[in-house]
């Protein structure tokens, strides 16, 4: 295998990941961000040691019924 076509093939499978991720509709972008709001939450709680620049976090509440 060539150097050139392994990462020629993994340039291609990047961008092809990035334009599928970019076509994923709004709001599940949201919830996917809402989600990783609760894990950095949770952890956080957990591990009081873990450092952070912000003082103030709150995880976003956000109704995408309507």
Excluded: C
Excluded at 12 to 41: C, T, W
Aim: net charge positive; proline share 2%.
């Amino acid at each position: 295998m060539n150097d050139r076509d392994y990462i020629s093939r993994i340039a291609g499978s990047k961008a092809i990941y990035h334009i599928n991720r970019a076509r994923v509709p709004f709001e599940e972008k949201l919830k996917i961000i809402i989600v990783l709001q609760k894990l950095d939450m949770e952890m956080s709680k957990e591990n009081r040691a873990r450092k952070t620049t912000r003082s103030f976090r709150k995880v976003w509440e956000v109704n995408l019924e309507s």
